[in-house]
């Protein structure tokens, strides 16, 4: 089984971005996206926080994480009523990300 991020490192930021936004990012993702700025910096030739680079890299609009807390809400919702437990926000991140950004590899959209 190969990891998801071998070939494709920034996915990992693109994944993290997500699950930050729907307010589901462990400590230790989020400590590594901020150790990893400086090399985010330079790779990618822009300044901010890791979640400002990921935004700036992918181009999301202003609205881009209202609208996935949207999506998220509303999923959680309906997959709570058809299961009777809350959906996993990992899976959640997971399927959001390569459902919209298939082809993010090294960054942005490809």
Known sequence: MTDRYDDKPFLRFV????????GHLDAATEAYCKA???QLEQSFGLKGSWVQIVEQQ?????DF???VRKVW???NDRF?????R??????F??????????????????
């Open 36 to 38: 990893m700025v400086p």
């Open 15 to 22: 994944d993290a971005w997500v699950l930050k936004t729907i």
């Open 86 to 91: 809350p959906a996993d926000p990992v899976q």
């Open 58 to 62: 992918m181009k999301f609009p202003a």
């Open 93 to 110: 991140a997971l399927h959001f990300v390569d459902r919209n950004f298939a082809r993010v590899g090294t960054g942005g959209k490809e």
């Open 73 to 75: 809400a509303e999923g």
């Open 65 to 67: 994480g209202a609208q």
């Open 80 to 84: 709570t009523a058809a299961n009777g």
